[in-house]
């Protein structure tokens, strides 16, 4: 069983900062990429940040310059450091790991898996 955990949200003033962690855990399974989402009321779930087992990193736009992605897929952890917060940052924010789950050397499959999410909100 595949279990992810995120935590660190909370209640900033704008132009605070925020430290989100994030841990997969289960042996069967292997990170090749982790990555955060944001979702705001009302809104579609957007990619904010991730990073790949090789260390490569991918940001949306509104999110460049001020927040930063860290972590290690080996250990299946990911950590999105976040300042500069805006209003429009207010969204709950999940962590996804997509990788493998293999219960034997010859079974193997894709499989990505999702948080609980976690409540940021930044005021004005």
């Known amino acids: 069983q595949v279990e992810v955990v995120e935590s660190g949200g909370g209640l900033v003033q704008a132009g605070g900062s925020l430290r989100l962690s994030c841990a997969a855990s289960g042996r069967v399974f292997s990170a090749n990429t982790m990555s955060w989402f944001r979702q705001a009321p009302g809104k579609q779930r957007e990619l904010v940040a991730a990073i790949t087992s090789d260390g490569t990193t991918n940001y949306a736009d509104f999110v460049k310059g001020r927040f930063t992605i860290t972590g290690d897929n080996r250990k299946k952890t990911v950590y999105l450091q976040m300042n500069s917060l805006k209003p429009e940052d207010t969204a709950v924010y999940y962590c996804?790991?997509?990788?493998?789950?293999?219960?034997?050397?010859?079974?193997?499959?894709?499989?990505?898996?999702w948080g609980q999410g976690t409540q940021v909100t930044v005021s004005s």
């Open positions: 996804n790991a997509d990788g493998l789950v293999c219960y034997s050397v010859e079974s193997c499959s894709k499989s990505d898996f």
